[in-house]
């Protein structure tokens, strides 16, 4: 079993949607989750990171941990073309190991 | 802001032929990572180094080697370019305990 699981996609929505990317996991030895946005043909960016259940809020994105379920979400609210990307969920247990999702491709229709 | 640049975009070599990728990071990071990324298949890693002169092997090393002399550069080696090393390679960078930070990327086309 994977470290992370991300649903593949693509996933198609219209501008001003609000967006839902998701991923699981499967060792509980973990420190803290990160979302990347990669542009095509560029290297990911580090769009949110967070340390602990429950909702970390920046402008439209919203990272959600719920460890319960083992479960990490990205929101985007009010979605734009530009956020058109791929996004890779990923977590580390000590800083020193990362696992990367294999990404969800988005695209936002004007 | 940190900065982690790659030599090249975008590289084309032949088959056979020796191909050096370099990383250099300029946020006195310990940590450097060099990974490949294929359609379907993610970020795989394939080397990895917590210190200069010191490096690990990833999930995938074959066909790879790397060097790091400075603390602020790594080298990713294709001693042999093989059609199946064409990928997108990325280096990345931490501090210990810390988020991980990516170049742009190199894209390689081995004919």
């Known amino acids: 079993q994977k470290e992370v699981e991300q649903d593949p996609g693509p996933l198609s929505v219209p501008e001003g949607a609000i967006v839902s990317l998701n991923c699981t996991y499967s060792?509980?030895?973990?420190?803290?989750f990160m979302w990347y946005r990669q542009y095509s043909r560029k290297g990911p960016e580090l769009l949110m990171y967070?340390?602990?259940?429950g909702n970390k809020e920046d402008g439209r994105f919203t990272a959600q941990v719920d460890k319960s379920s083992k479960y990490i979400s990205l929101f985007i609210r009010d979605s734009q073309p530009s956020d058109s990307a791929t996004y890779l969920c990923?977590?580390?247990?000590?800083?020193?190991?990362?696992?990367f999702g294999t990404g969800t491709s988005l695209t936002v229709i004007p | 802001d940190v900065k982690v640049t790659q030599s090249s975009r975008y590289l084309v070599k032949r088959t056979g032929e020796k191909v050096f990728l370099e990383c250099v990071q300029d946020?006195?990071?310990?940590?450097m990572f060099w990974y490949r990324q294929d359609p379907g298949l993610g970020l795989r890693l394939i080397y990895f180094?917590?210190?200069?002169?010191?490096?690990e092997k990833g999930d995938i090393p074959e066909g790879y080697s790397v060097s790091r002399e400075k603390k602020e550069r790594f080298s990713l080696i294709l001693e042999s370019a093989s059609t199946n090393q064409t990928s997108m390679y990325l280096c990345?960078?931490?501090?210990?305990?810390?988020?991980?930070?990516f170049g742009p990327g190199t894209r390689l086309l081995v004919l």
């Open positions: 990923a977590k580390t247990n000590t800083g020193n190991q990362f696992y």
């Open positions: 060792n509980s030895a973990f420190q803290y």
């Open positions: 967070t340390y602990s259940s």
């Open positions: 946020m006195d990071h310990e940590n």
């Open positions: 180094s917590y210190d200069v002169k010191m490096k």
């Open positions: 990345a960078s931490n501090p210990p305990g810390e988020t991980q930070y």
